[in-house]
């Protein structure tokens, strides 16, 4: 019975988790759209390259938790930039997507083939999606602070060989 009980109990906070989550999703998506298309007039500017090195620096972030000792101001930071970096990435595909859409005037002089074929620039905006994609699902599980190629620590992981210890030890020096 209470096994039952357990499960239940699980089963309805696990509910109620979902509904929360889902609610916030809703009440951002209901406000990012309008958002997008005001910033997308000034896209081309400098300084929207200039916001994204200020979003993903955390010299900010390692200044308020190590220099000032606030953990708590830092970890807030981190969220509002989580948020920004996920907004501006959004930006960045809505831009794109427009510019894909436009269509790229024909002059009567230049051949018709003179691009690459379709196929090739299909291939380029796939891989541009698929690296936007990657971005979004890191910095949504990591933070805007992480880095989104792994480093080569795994490696320490992996045993080195041991032929350099078996040629240092076959030196008898007593002889």
Do not use: C
């Amino acid at each position: 019975m209470t096994a039952i009980l357990t499960y239940a109990t699980i089963g309805i906070l696990l509910i109620l988790v979902v509904a929360l989550l889902l609610r916030e999703a809703q009440a951002e998506k209901r406000v990012e759209p309008a958002v997008e298309q005001e910033h997308l007039q000034g896209l081309p500017d400098q300084r929207f390259l200039d916001l994204s090195e200020r979003i993903f620096d955390p010299a900010d972030y390692f200044w308020l938790k190590h220099d000032l000792g606030q953990p708590r101001l830092a970890r807030a930071l981190a969220r509002a930039r989580q948020r920004l970096a996920i907004q501006w990435l959004r930006i960045l595909k809505a831009s794109f997507d427009e510019l894909v859409r436009a269509p790229e005037p024909v002059l009567s002089e230049s051949p018709a083939s003179s691009g690459p074929p379709s196929w090739q620039l299909s291939w380029l905006i796939l891989r541009f999606h698929f690296l936007l994609g990657y971005a979004l699902l890191v910095i949504r599980l990591f933070g805007p602070y992480h880095r989104l190629v792994p480093g080569f620590n795994w490696r320490r992981f992996i045993p080195e060989s041991s032929s350099r210890e078996r040629q240092l030890n076959t030196v008898n020096f007593s002889n």
